[in-house]
């Protein structure tokens, strides 16, 4: 993957979802996400997970906790998330091959990118390309 480098990230899209264990399961077999941790409640619910992809990382937890997050994510819509991976074509055939719903195949953008995009189990849109912002340091 894009960026293998390590470390800790400075962003961190943060989802929420009716069904988390479901997610991660999606997340990392379809779109090989690594888990890095993943918390449960007392229910069984998902109250924390990390997931990580390259040198970016997404965290997520299961919907109906009552926690602030919670709370002012209910009325937010679904999430868009752009993940660079080095292969397009190689990650996009993990996620056919796991049932992922592919809204765009791999395909080669005006910019210079070649991305697909999909959307997983609750209706969030992942990208998944090869362009990768240019961030100063």
């Known amino acids: 993957?894009?960026?293998?480098?390590?470390?800790?990230?400075?962003?961190?899209?943060?989802?929420?979802?009716?069904?988390?264990?479901?997610?991660?399961r999606q997340l990392t077999e379809a779109f090989g996400f690594t888990a890095l941790?993943?918390?449960?409640?007392?229910?069984?619910?998902?109250?924390?997970?990390?997931?990580?992809?390259?040198?970016?990382?997404?965290?997520?937890?299961?919907?109906?906790?009552?926690?602030?997050?919670?709370?002012?994510?209910?009325?937010?819509?679904?999430?868009?998330v752009y993940v660079v991976v080095a292969d397009v074509d190689a990650h996009h055939r993990r996620a056919v091959e796991h049932g992922a719903e592919i809204l765009m195949p791999p395909t080669d953008q005006d910019y210079g990118s070649r991305d697909y995009m999909?959307?997983?189990l609750e209706g969030n849109i992942w990208s998944f390309g090869t362009y990768a912002p240019e961030v100063p340091g």
């Open 118 to 120: 999909a959307r997983d």
């Open 37 to 80: 941790a993943v918390y449960e409640g007392e229910d069984g619910s998902v109250a924390h997970a990390e997931l990580a992809q390259g040198n970016g990382a997404v965290m997520l937890g299961s919907k109906g906790t009552g926690s602030r997050f919670d709370e002012a994510m209910k009325k937010a819509g679904p999430a868009g």
């Open 1 to 24: 993957m894009a960026g293998d480098e390590g470390g800790r990230p400075d962003i961190c899209p943060t989802l929420l979802y009716a069904d988390a264990k479901a997610a991660v």
